[in-house]
């Protein structure tokens, strides 16, 4: 029997259903669905929350990186630098504009990109870096925007695990040119369908990026540019309002579940997430790494917990980039080996973490 779940998306609405109830019905009755006063009301209050300049909505998270690399002119011919380790959208993203992607290997204790490897992964072609704030705590960001700066790079923030989560005070969707947001249902802010939203600093890039997402029109069936569809629609925008309203609220109930397992786990063989001490996380996911993680998931399944692997195999490893699977990674195939994730969720109590935290020191 299970008893505690990985993700339990049926009690986000059980304990919000009187609100989301109010704001669906009040969508259906007002006769309009996409783009209306519901996505632009979101769009404010999002950029509001974050201190982005601009907020402009989107179908979902990899919508938002293809749009936001395209908005900055990457296509063919270019080359992007994104992390080896990483869920496999940050690289399709760059995939589907034409452009070559350029694994960075990680720094192994944070999972995050190593600014350190940027400079010899550098090629005559590169014109953007994607660092992704993994598992909701974020790169470093200061000397990434200076190697940028001083190559003339777009920095765009795969942000899609990070809604909330600070850097040196600084909240990411501000960290770099453009940031790239999911709201697939289990992120820290999901709505009840896909949807998505960038962030941006510059009016022009925002623009455009709003432009090529609405079939490549700025003014109803004038088409400039050759654009797709990719909206948030005012549903998901109303469901999103009353779930940002309650983030900072939920992503503290990640981190107190966080404190129990890196206090209660700390004198165990597994290996920890360490937190930089310039990072605020927001716990997406709690990573830990052991050798013959099998034996552990069982353990805890038949314990009645659920865990989960993010991921269990590097994107040049997959068929999909069958073409990069030569590519020696180690770090990357060194984590995707190893990494378990413990449930975390603002659904869990601090007694379940206490018997997640018992449960695995029975094991060792
Ligand atoms: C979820 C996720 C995405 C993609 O978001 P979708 O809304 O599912 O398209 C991109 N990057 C990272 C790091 C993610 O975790």
Redesign the pocket.
């Known amino acids: 029997m299970t008893k505690i779940k990985f993700l339990d998306v049926g009690w986000t609405y059980t304990t919000l259903a009187s609100s989301l109830d109010v704001a669906a019905k009040r969508v259906l009755e007002s006769g309009w669905y996409i783009l209306g006063a519901e996505v632009k009301a979101f769009e404010k209050e999002f950029a509001t929350y974050t201190g982005a300049n601009h907020c402009i909505g989107t179908g ?6 293809e749009l936001a690399l395209r908005a900055a002119g990457i296509g063919p011919g270019d080359d992007v630098l994104v992390p080896s380790n ?2 496999i ?2 690289w399709l ?1 760059v995939t589907r504009t034409g452009a070559n992607i350029v694994p960075v290997e990680p720094i192994e204790a944070t999972y995050n990109m190593n600014p350190a490897n940027l400079e010899q992964a550098m090629t005559k072609n590169t014109k953007a870096i994607i660092p ?1 704030h ?1 598992y909701g705590q974020p790169a470093d960001m200061d000397p990434i925007m200076a190697f940028a700066e001083a190559n003339s790079l777009f920095v765009l923030t ?1 942000a ?2 990070a809604h909330g989560s600070l850097y040196k005070g600084r909240m990411s969707g501000t960290l770099g040119h453009a940031a ?1 947001f ?3 249902p289990g ?1 820290n802010l999901g709505a009840f369908g ?3 939203a960038i962030t941006a600093t510059d009016e022009t890039i925002a623009e455009k990026i709003r432009t090529i997402g609405n079939y490549g029109s700025s003014e109803k069936y004038v088409h400039d540019s050759l654009g797709f569809n990719s909206r948030l629609d005012e549903m998901q925008a109303a469901f999103l309002r009353i779930k940002l309203e309650i983030l900072d609220d939920w992503n503290w109930r990640r981190r107190n579940i966080a404190d129990i397992y890196l206090k209660g786990l700390k004198d165990t063989p597994l290996v920890l997430p360490v937190v930089e001490e310039w990072a605020q996380p927001v716990w ?1 996911l709690f990573v830990v790494r052991c050798e013959g993680r099998e034996g552990l998931i069982t353990h805890l399944k038949e314990s009645g917990i659920e865990t989960g692997i993010h991921y269990p195999t590097p994107p040049h490893k997959q068929g999909a980039y069958r073409h990069m699977s030569h590519l020696s990674l180690p770090i990357s195939e060194a984590i995707h080996r190893e990494v378990v994730s413990l449930p975390i969720g603002p659904h869990m109590t601090a007694e379940q973490a206490e018997y997640v935290v018992n449960t695995i020191k029975e094991f060792y």
Do not use: E, I, P, R
Not at 60 to 65: E, Q, V
């Open positions: 979902n998270g990899l919508d938002s990186l990483t869920y959208a940050t993203a992704v993994l795969d899609a695990q790239a999911s709201f697939y992120k896909d949807g998505g997406h």
